[in-house]
């Protein structure tokens, strides 16, 4: 954690191919679209990270904030057809207000009982979102005539946002508070003796982290113009997803969701199109399977993550090069 | 009145009293020793005093504020910092940041706590593994690392939990010149639990000796090295 | 009234199935000190196999148990040698990556079950699918109580395993202190692994015994995890009576519960009184009993 310059020139670098990225791909509106479902996997990635990989919280629901955050641009629209792209900030603020209630809950709890207390309460409120067909019209799902037909606004707009989620980690993460979340992950016993008002740390890595994670499901509602509960309230696909992507680009550092989310989406990609259509279509079923097996290699051969382990992954490719002369 | 008092503290683990109506005082400057057989309840305590656990009855006041039902870490902030008997290091950060998380109680901003740090990795000696991953530090560096952290959260009263334990003897003899540096450079008010007589003997200003969490004397090392009880309860036959 | 009794009834009987899942999952809970998230992926494969047997061979399922006993227990076995033991001494941030293991094994079985047998529901016709037994106004389904006579002799047999026989002195010595147990001698690692092994084979009878029941697809491994959880916290860890507890109060919550205030809200009333357990009776409902 030294207070050297903000971006370094790679992150630099990194940030600008993001930035001209679609606009190689400007005919492939296929591509696009992947390139605007990494960046979603971006967000949802760094604001899980920030909790579990930073401050030791290990959620196992936050398909939760991602569906408040839909809901809340979807509802709106559904009754009193207020334009969703209010969502994008009220997404993010009231999955906050749900981050910050069921953390009165959830935070009394620690390690793998925490971990099941989110995962109870994401299903509470997927279960919940499907009856109440009053409110969210059920199973029928809300349905929205997107804005644009053309991809690569949606592109800037979820780009922005990842760059942003990432920036506010980063910020945090050389303050006090940054401290603070690592000492809560490190030993919470010895940071209370320290001083650190556990609880309300805990709240503040809550807050930043269940907000982008409803900023990331408001966009997905303007985006692909439908919701129903049992998507954005997905316990695999969305909560499940968000850790895989964590654990396997890295938890605990600034780009390792990034990696995992690129991982993550591509393999999905690459599988479900039985890798270009070269392989027998059979092959297009195996994407989960394979992102299984991923997971277990990467726990047991990389326990820090693409980045977290980059040094080892470097060592390992270097000596089979060297092996091989 | 001192810096801190306790007054008829007890605690009960389901049907044991680990701590019974115990009560001392210490004062602002003083060095004092907590002695007692092992299990008796020292470390028991500690964790009373900076609210780790609850008491069951009694009361603990520190600078005239009733600290028995604050947190743990509104104490803290109140002013005692404390070292854990089983180290507690942020075992993946580096020795600086693990302090630097520790000065941050007391600063705001990063340099703030960076200089901090600094002058508490020189002042315990740490300097030369400041980038080291905590988890990797030998013995000695850990136990020093948990005064460290302490100290850096600018406590007025430190409670040391054998500190010396585990450390060969010219690490004990720097153990002992930084503890004394505390409060004779810093003026920190320090309880001190050891079991290493050499160490206790020759810090403490006053030794308060207990034995199944009852409080069997109080009063100066020699007075203390000489009473029949403690010797009996605590020092055994063949202490000489 | 009779209406009341009919659920109570029900729940009771689900509620006994429940307690199998239930134990399985202490059992590896209180030795590996982990949270399986893959035990109903087991139990699923278990029926995915009874099924194959019955469909091919003509099996019943009830006879399927000496099947899926045996190769659930060496999946298992192998599952905990090679993917869980080895990240004991991996230093990871995250400590709960046995946890995140038994969810990327999870997605595989799952996956791999899809692969094989496509999402499409499955079940199997019995003599007794659908029978049931009649007293009064109240129905008692066959299979189902079947199901609970075995839960109760497999809760039996557990029983004695545990407090009978050394095996069952070592595992329990292996959960209240591994370190202590190593130092008696018992070797902790092999405990650990034969444990896994042990609950999940119990979870492989039970879906011989479920196969009659319910519908069999892939995702419904999943679904008894998250049931299997729920049970064991409601019983307090580690407990087995705790888990017959949690099991039999999860099953006529979701029966009562989806009688008397909303059917859809069925799987959100375990999940309710879970967290209200977990906040405010952190010892689950074994400490109301114990001083
Ligand atoms: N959390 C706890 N639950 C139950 N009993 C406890 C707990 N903590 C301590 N005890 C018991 O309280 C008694 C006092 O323990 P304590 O650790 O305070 O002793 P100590 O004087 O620090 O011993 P040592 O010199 O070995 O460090 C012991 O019998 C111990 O077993
Ligand atoms: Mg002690």
């Given at each position: 954690m030294e207070n050297k310059k903000f971006f370094s020139k790679g992150e630099l670098i990194i940030i600008f191919t993001g930035l001209v990225l679609p606009l190689l791909f400007y005919f492939s509106p296929y591509a696009q679209g992947l390139l605007i479902f990494i960046m979603m996997w971006v967000v949802l990635g760094t604001s899980w990270n920030l909790l579990a990989?930073?401050?030791?919280?290990?959620?196992?629901?936050?398909a939760a904030y991602f569906g408040v955050g839909a809901y809340t641009a979807a509802l709106p629209f559904l009754h009193?057809?207020?334009?969703?792209?209010w969502g994008l900030i009220a997404g993010g603020i009231m999955a906050v207000v749900i981050g910050y209630l069921l953390g009165v809950v959830v935070f009394r709890l620690r390690g793998p009982y925490f971990a099941l207390g989110t995962l109870a309460s994401a299903e509470i409120l997927r279960i919940a979102f499907g009856e109440e067909e009053w409110l969210t019209n059920g199973h029928n799902g809300i349905l929205y005539i997107t804005t644009?037909?053309?991809?690569i606004p949606y592109y800037y707009i979820i780009f922005a946002i990842a760059v942003a989620s990432i920036v506010s980690v980063k910020l945090l993460m050389r303050r006090r508070e940054g401290y603070y979340f690592l000492s809560i992950r490190e030993d919470e016993d010895a940071a209370m003796a320290l001083g650190i008002n556990t609880k309300k740390y805990k709240n503040i890595s809550m807050i930043v982290s269940s907000f982008w994670a409803g900023v990331a499901g408001a966009f997905y509602f303007i985006y692909m113009g439908f919701i129903d509960s049992e998507t954005v309230f997905?316990?695999?696909?969305?909560s499940i997803i968000t850790i895989l992507v964590g654990i396997i680009g890295g938890?605990?550092?600034?780009?390792g969701p990034a990696v995992g989310a690129i991982i993550m989406v591509l393999l999905q990609e690459l599988f479900r199109s039985a890798i270009f259509g070269l392989?027998?279509?059979?092959?297009?079923?195996?994407h989960a399977f394979v992102f299984g097996l991923l997971v277990i290699f990467v726990i047991l051969y990389l326990p820090g993550g693409v980045v977290g382990d980059w040094e080892l992954i470097k060592k390992k490719l270097h000596l089979k090069s060297n092996t091989e002369k | 009145m001192g810096i801190l008092t306790l007054n008829k503290v007890t605690k009960n683990f389901g049907g044991l009293t680990?701590?019974?109506?115990v009560s001392f005082t210490v004062e602002e400057g003083e060095i004092l020793g907590l002695i007692g057989p092992n299990g008796s309840g020292k470390t028991t305590i500690f964790n009373l005093i900076n609210h780790y656990y609850p008491v069951t009855s009694g009361e603990i006041i520190f600078k005239g504020i009733?600290?028995?039902?604050?947190q743990t870490h509104e104490i803290a902030m109140l002013g005692i910092g404390r070292t854990f008997q089983v180290v507690k290091p942020l075992?993946?950060?580096s020795v600086e940041d693990n302090i630097m998380a520790a000065a941050f109680a007391r600063e705001t901003t990063f340099a703030g706590a960076r200089k901090v740090a600094r002058e508490v990795l020189e002042f315990t000696h740490l300097d030369h593994v400041a980038?080291?991953?905590?988890?990797?530090?030998p013995i000695a560096g850990r136990k020093r690392l948990e005064i460290a952290k302490a100290l850096a959260t600018r406590p007025s009263l430190l409670l040391l939990d054998e500190?010396?334990?585990?450390?060969?003897p010219s690490e004990l003899d720097e153990a002992i010149d930084i503890i004394k540096a505390i409060r004779s450079e810093l003026g920190i008010t320090i309880i001190i639990v050891e079991h290493i007589m050499k160490v206790i003997m020759n810090i403490s200003d006053r030794i308060h000796a207990i034995a199944f969490g009852t409080t069997i004397t109080e009063g100066k090392p020699e007075e203390v090295a000489k009473n029949p009880t403690v010797i009996e309860a605590y020092l055994g036959t063949d202490y000489h | 009234m009779e209406m009341f009794l009919q659920s109570l009834i029900s729940g009771l009987l689900v509620g006994g199935l429940y307690a199998i899942i239930g134990i399985g999952m202490t059992l590896i809970m209180g030795v590996l000190?982990?949270?399986?998230?893959?035990h109903g992926q087991m139990l699923m494969v278990s029926m995915y196999i009874a099924w194959v047997a019955w469909y091919?061979?003509?099996?019943d399922p009830y006879l399927s148990v000496f099947i899926t006993v045996p190769v659930v227990f060496y999946l298992a076995k192998y599952i905990s040698k090679y993917?869980?033991?080895?990240?004991?001494?991996k230093d990871s941030i995250l400590p709960e990556n046995q946890v995140l293991m038994t969810v990327g094994i999870g997605i595989v079985l799952v996956e791999f079950m899809r692969f094989i047998f496509t999402s499409d529901y499955r079940s199997v016709q019995t003599s007794y699918t659908g029978q049931a037994w009649h007293i009064g106004g109240i129905s008692i389904a066959i299979p189902l109580f079947w199901a609970f006579l075995f839960s109760i002799a497999a809760t039996i047999f557990l029983f004695y395993l545990l407090m009978k026989t050394d095996l069952g002195r070592q595992i329990r010595a292996t959960a209240q202190d591994r370190l202590a147990a190593s130092l008696m001698g018992i070797s902790a690692e092999k405990i650990t692994i034969f444990t896994y092994a042990l609950g999940s084979a119990l979870i492989a009878a039970a879906g011989s015994f479920f196969l009659p029941i319910y519908y069999l697809y892939p995702d419904v491994g999943p679904e008894f995890t998250a049931k299997a959880f729920v049970i064991t916290i409601l019983g307090g860890l580690g407990s087995t009576v705790g888990a017959i507890a949690g099991g039999i109060v999860l099953g006529l919550a979701e029966t009562l519960g989806a009688t008397y205030?909303?059917?859809?809200y069925r799987d959100a009333f375990g999940l309710i009184i879970f967290l209200l357990v977990l906040v405010f009776?952190?010892?689950?409902?074994?400490s109301l009993t114990k001083v």
């Amino acid at each position: 954690m030294e207070n050297k310059k903000f971006f370094s020139k790679g992150e630099l670098i990194i940030i600008f191919t993001g930035l001209v990225l679609p606009l190689l791909f400007y005919f492939s509106p296929y591509a696009q679209g992947l390139l605007i479902f990494i960046m979603m996997w971006v967000v949802l990635g760094t604001s899980w990270n920030l909790l579990a990989g930073y401050t030791g919280q290990v959620s196992f629901g936050h398909a939760a904030y991602f569906g408040v955050g839909a809901y809340t641009a979807a509802l709106p629209f559904l009754h009193y057809k207020i334009s969703p792209w209010w969502g994008l900030i009220a997404g993010g603020i009231m999955a906050v207000v749900i981050g910050y209630l069921l953390g009165v809950v959830v935070f009394r709890l620690r390690g793998p009982y925490f971990a099941l207390g989110t995962l109870a309460s994401a299903e509470i409120l997927r279960i919940a979102f499907g009856e109440e067909e009053w409110l969210t019209n059920g199973h029928n799902g809300i349905l929205y005539i997107t804005t644009w037909v053309t991809k690569i606004p949606y592109y800037y707009i979820i780009f922005a946002i990842a760059v942003a989620s990432i920036v506010s980690v980063k910020l945090l993460m050389r303050r006090r508070e940054g401290y603070y979340f690592l000492s809560i992950r490190e030993d919470e016993d010895a940071a209370m003796a320290l001083g650190i008002n556990t609880k309300k740390y805990k709240n503040i890595s809550m807050i930043v982290s269940s907000f982008w994670a409803g900023v990331a499901g408001a966009f997905y509602f303007i985006y692909m113009g439908f919701i129903d509960s049992e998507t954005v309230f997905a316990l695999h696909n969305i909560s499940i997803i968000t850790i895989l992507v964590g654990i396997i680009g890295g938890v605990g550092t600034i780009w390792g969701p990034a990696v995992g989310a690129i991982i993550m989406v591509l393999l999905q990609e690459l599988f479900r199109s039985a890798i270009f259509g070269l392989a027998p279509q059979w092959v297009s079923g195996m994407h989960a399977f394979v992102f299984g097996l991923l997971v277990i290699f990467v726990i047991l051969y990389l326990p820090g993550g693409v980045v977290g382990d980059w040094e080892l992954i470097k060592k390992k490719l270097h000596l089979k090069s060297n092996t091989e002369k | 009145m001192g810096i801190l008092t306790l007054n008829k503290v007890t605690k009960n683990f389901g049907g044991l009293t680990a701590v019974n109506k115990v009560s001392f005082t210490v004062e602002e400057g003083e060095i004092l020793g907590l002695i007692g057989p092992n299990g008796s309840g020292k470390t028991t305590i500690f964790n009373l005093i900076n609210h780790y656990y609850p008491v069951t009855s009694g009361e603990i006041i520190f600078k005239g504020i009733n600290i028995t039902h604050k947190q743990t870490h509104e104490i803290a902030m109140l002013g005692i910092g404390r070292t854990f008997q089983v180290v507690k290091p942020l075992k993946r950060l580096s020795v600086e940041d693990n302090i630097m998380a520790a000065a941050f109680a007391r600063e705001t901003t990063f340099a703030g706590a960076r200089k901090v740090a600094r002058e508490v990795l020189e002042f315990t000696h740490l300097d030369h593994v400041a980038n080291m991953k905590a988890g990797a530090l030998p013995i000695a560096g850990r136990k020093r690392l948990e005064i460290a952290k302490a100290l850096a959260t600018r406590p007025s009263l430190l409670l040391l939990d054998e500190t010396a334990a585990g450390l060969n003897p010219s690490e004990l003899d720097e153990a002992i010149d930084i503890i004394k540096a505390i409060r004779s450079e810093l003026g920190i008010t320090i309880i001190i639990v050891e079991h290493i007589m050499k160490v206790i003997m020759n810090i403490s200003d006053r030794i308060h000796a207990i034995a199944f969490g009852t409080t069997i004397t109080e009063g100066k090392p020699e007075e203390v090295a000489k009473n029949p009880t403690v010797i009996e309860a605590y020092l055994g036959t063949d202490y000489h | 009234m009779e209406m009341f009794l009919q659920s109570l009834i029900s729940g009771l009987l689900v509620g006994g199935l429940y307690a199998i899942i239930g134990i399985g999952m202490t059992l590896i809970m209180g030795v590996l000190k982990i949270i399986n998230l893959a035990h109903g992926q087991m139990l699923m494969v278990s029926m995915y196999i009874a099924w194959v047997a019955w469909y091919y061979l003509g099996i019943d399922p009830y006879l399927s148990v000496f099947i899926t006993v045996p190769v659930v227990f060496y999946l298992a076995k192998y599952i905990s040698k090679y993917l869980l033991n080895p990240l004991i001494e991996k230093d990871s941030i995250l400590p709960e990556n046995q946890v995140l293991m038994t969810v990327g094994i999870g997605i595989v079985l799952v996956e791999f079950m899809r692969f094989i047998f496509t999402s499409d529901y499955r079940s199997v016709q019995t003599s007794y699918t659908g029978q049931a037994w009649h007293i009064g106004g109240i129905s008692i389904a066959i299979p189902l109580f079947w199901a609970f006579l075995f839960s109760i002799a497999a809760t039996i047999f557990l029983f004695y395993l545990l407090m009978k026989t050394d095996l069952g002195r070592q595992i329990r010595a292996t959960a209240q202190d591994r370190l202590a147990a190593s130092l008696m001698g018992i070797s902790a690692e092999k405990i650990t692994i034969f444990t896994y092994a042990l609950g999940s084979a119990l979870i492989a009878a039970a879906g011989s015994f479920f196969l009659p029941i319910y519908y069999l697809y892939p995702d419904v491994g999943p679904e008894f995890t998250a049931k299997a959880f729920v049970i064991t916290i409601l019983g307090g860890l580690g407990s087995t009576v705790g888990a017959i507890a949690g099991g039999i109060v999860l099953g006529l919550a979701e029966t009562l519960g989806a009688t008397y205030i909303a059917a859809g809200y069925r799987d959100a009333f375990g999940l309710i009184i879970f967290l209200l357990v977990l906040v405010f009776l952190p010892g689950g409902l074994k400490s109301l009993t114990k001083v």
